[in-house]
């Protein structure tokens, strides 16, 4: 029981809060509870959760704000919870570090089965090989990924990424120079089985972008949009 997952629910409903408590218990999962975003802030950086579901909309301190301050320090994957009518606040979700998102009401096991997936990626991403004579590593020009590490270095300083931003990065760098479009992006990183905002791969691509060009323009250039189609990782001729 020690290992089992543990996941933090942030919402103001206490309804919602014990409904996706009790369906995550049945899976042996530990859940902590916050009723505002000040308080799931305070849970979410002194302990170490493996999955955070943040509702969008609650007085005070919002889903947003909570999820900017998280990943200011953490890179734990988060589902945000949103209304119907939240889409523009959806898309700003994603542009602060949101993983995934749900749309009010939901089904509680769709709520596990969004868990479930998102604990897959992140403890597949998270992985280290202790065989050194197998290292799990991609080398490039200007980009070394360190997949055993789950460490990207471009020109030769590490880059912060996020759970999902590193599953994005390793998953093109593996095909160079084939063409992805978004819905296969989406069921292949995101491991969705069921439809997704494609905005979604959007939003992540111009992220990554953003902290690899901080660090090192030629590698960010290595994420080529093919428009009207998707992505493509391009290794430069040099």
Same mark, same amino acid.
């Given at each position: ?60 301190? %919002?889903?947003?704000? /909570?999820?900017?301050?998280?990943? #200011?320090?953490?890179? $734990? +994957? ?30 509680p096991r769709e709520v596990v089965l969004r868990v479930k997936a998102l604990l897959r990626r992140s ?24 997949? %055993?590490?789950?460490? /990207?270095?471009?020109?030769?300083? #590490?880059?912060?990424? $996020? +759970? ?19 819905e296969q992006l989406l069921k292949e990183v995101w ?48």
């Amino acid at each position: 029981m020690e290992n089992n997952p543990r996941i933090l629910v942030v919402d103001d409903e206490d309804r919602i809060r014990r409904l996706v408590r009790m369906y995550l218990e049945r899976e042996e999962y530990f859940v902590d509870e916050a009723e505002d975003g000040e308080q799931g802030l305070k849970l979410a950086l002194e302990n170490n959760y493996d999955v955070i579901l943040l509702d969008l909309m609650m007085p005070g301190k %919002d889903g947003l704000e /909570v999820c900017k301050e998280i990943r #200011e320090q953490k890179a $734990t +994957p988060v589902i945000m919870l949103t209304a119907k009518g939240e889409e523009a606040n959806r898309i700003q979700g994603f542009e602060v570090g949101t993983d995934d998102y749900i749309v009010k009401p939901f089904s509680p096991r769709e709520v596990v089965l969004r868990v479930k997936a998102l604990l897959r990626r992140s403890s597949s991403a998270t992985f280290v090989n202790t065989n050194n004579s197998s290292k799990d590593m991609l080398e490039f020009t200007h980009l070394l990924i360190d997949n %055993d590490a789950h460490r /990207v270095l471009a020109d030769g300083t #590490e880059v912060g990424l $996020t +759970p999902k931003e590193y599953e994005l990065l390793y998953f093109l760098a593996k095909a160079p120079d084939k063409v992805f479009d978004r819905e296969q992006l989406l069921k292949e990183v995101w491991k969705y089985e069921f439809f997704g905002d494609l905005r979604t791969v959007d939003t992540h691509v111009k992220r990554l972008r953003e902290k690899l060009n901080k660090v090192s323009k030629e590698a960010a250039k290595m994420i080529v949009t093919v428009w009207g189609v998707g992505y493509k990782f391009e290794v430069a001729n040099d």
